[in-house]
């Protein structure tokens, strides 16, 4: 086959960077883009630029966002007795999906992955730690950002709910957490088994995860 | 495409388009290889909880001709040692043995020796309380394997047996030194390191006494043979600076 013209090579090239793309699906797609009016392919550009230049993270929880905090930090209504520590922010959603859960979130921001290079100090967890012992009487309130359901009287964090993968790297984080947040006299639940061992959350199904929810085990 | 069976041990797993996952495992059959398991994210139905890291597992998976990724079919554990990953400190030295046996066991070249020394460590590590003795039981033979163990009983410059005095090592030098001819800058490895050596040679894992190693000890030798790796294969170990943040 002839080769493709520079500017359509490069941006396969950059479709190839996607998580899911090959060399197929990528030309595919960008064939795709060059022949659907100008106007569009420059809406989804914009959209894109749109989201990546506004977007940034919780102050809280880490929790992509518009603002400063995001709306599960912000809301009224959620339990800020409970914070489901999820890997992804992505993670959020699934769990939301099964409209099961009332509490707040923390977004650890990736998994302890040796091999990766990735250590604790990657990951978001001092700034879980710090919401979890700044709910002491101590706390000043004006360093609290007014935020619904966390910090306050009467909203001390009770339980912890560990929801990363039950992977290796996911069980490992989760024990490494575990043994942070047990001696600040917090409940530790870890999600119960339903998601398959070696499954990720991505691809539980509401049902599966709601069971996953209800049947937690203490760790 | 003709379709392999062997034992297997995976050494790392990750996430790969849409819902695959690429695997690296150390097969008994073809030796060290990297494949792709369909779906794996998705589905237990094929692979179950069978390429988690470490896993000692049964694998099928096709060879393709000319590609240097294999197609895994089908996977079954054998026995999973991520139970082993009880604490943060013991998944370091775990992902340790993974990183070193990924740095040195060459891509297809079946080795036996390799796959039951892995095997081996793994078991080791099961049945310990002290990580460091399977760890540097797996740091010296991979560096006896590769071929790079220096010499160590006696002085590489004036050959005099060095007997109950310590060592100095260097790897520029590739040789441990006497006290009277050691240079500036090089690494102690006291006489008891030195006997731990002959004796890690000689016995397998369970036969040695973990009462006799300590951690200082497992931490001498533990650098001068990361130092040899690092220097032999070009290669910074991702591992090390957290497992030494961590000791
Ligand atoms: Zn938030
Ligand atoms: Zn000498």
Redesign the pocket.
């Known amino acids: 086959m002839k080769e493709l013209p520079e500017p359509i090579a490069r941006l396969v090239d950059e479709l190839k960077r996607l998580p899911g793309f090959g060399q197929k699906s990528a030309t595919r797609l960008a064939f795709h883009l060059l022949r659907q009016p100008a106007e569009d392919v420059e809406r989804l550009a914009e959209a894109i630029l749109a989201a990546k230049r506004s977007l940034r993270t919780c102050s809280i929880c880490h929790n992509l966002t518009d603002q400063e905090t995001c709306e599960f930090c912000r809301a009224e209504g959620r339990n800020g007795k409970q914070i489901c520590v999820v890997e992804a922010a992505q993670d959020i959603v699934n769990v939301e999906k099964t409209r099961h859960y009332q509490g707040l979130y923390h977004v650890l921001g990736g998994l302890l992955a040796p091999l990766e290079g990735v250590g604790p100090e990657q990951l978001n967890i001092q700034s879980l730690l710090k919401r979890l012992c700044a709910q002491g009487a101590s706390a000043p309130e004006a360093h609290q950002p007014r935020a619904g359901a966390s910090g306050g009287e009467g909203n001390r964090v009770e339980e912890v709910i560990l929801a990363t993968n039950p992977t290796a790297e996911g069980d490992a984080t989760a024990l490494y957490l575990a043994k942070l947040v047990k001696p600040l006299g917090v409940r530790v639940t870890r999600l119960a088994m339903g998601i398959p061992l070696g499954g990720e959350l991505e691809y539980a199904d509401s049902v599966t995860l709601q069971h996953a929810l209800d049947g937690r085990r203490e760790l | 495409m003709p379709l392999v069976e062997s034992e297997a041990i995976i050494l790392r797993s990750r996430a790969w388009g849409e819902a695959d996952k690429l695997v690296s495992f150390l097969s008994r059959a073809r030796g060290r290889l990297r494949g792709i398991a369909p779906s794996a994210r998705r589905s237990r139905r094929r692979f179950g909880a069978a390429l988690e890291p470490l896993s000692h597992v049964r694998l099928w998976f096709f060879e393709r001709e000319g590609r240097e990724l294999v197609r895994l079919s089908q996977s079954e554990l054998i026995e999973g040692f991520w139970d082993a990953r009880g604490d943060y400190q013991r998944s370091l030295a775990l992902s340790q043995v993974a990183e070193l046996a990924e740095l040195l066991l060459p891509e297809r070249e079946p080795s036996d020796k390799a796959f039951r020394l892995l095997l081996a460590t793994l078991e080791g590590f099961k049945g310990a309380e002290s990580i460091w003795l399977p760890l540097a039981y797996f740091q010296l033979w991979s560096v006896r394997l590769a071929g790079w163990l220096p010499g160590l009983q006696e002085?590489?410059?004036?050959?005099?047996s060095l007997g109950d005095e310590p060592g100095y090592f260097s790897v520029d030098r590739g040789r441990a030194?006497?006290?009277?001819?050691?240079l500036p800058g090089m690494r102690t490895l006291g006489a008891a390191s030195r006997r731990t050596v002959v004796e890690m040679l000689e016995k397998p894992l369970p036969k040695l006494s973990p009462e006799a190693w300590d951690r200082r000890r497992a931490a001498e030798l533990g650098a001068l043979l990361l130092d040899v790796i690092e220097y032999h294969a070009e290669h910074k170990l991702t591992t090390r600076e957290l497992l030494d943040e961590k000791a």
Do not use: D
Not at chain 2, 155 to 160: A, H, N, P, W
Not at chain 2, 177 to 182: H, I, L, V, Y
């Open positions: 002085c590489g410059r004036c050959g005099k030194f006497c006290r009277g001819c050691r």
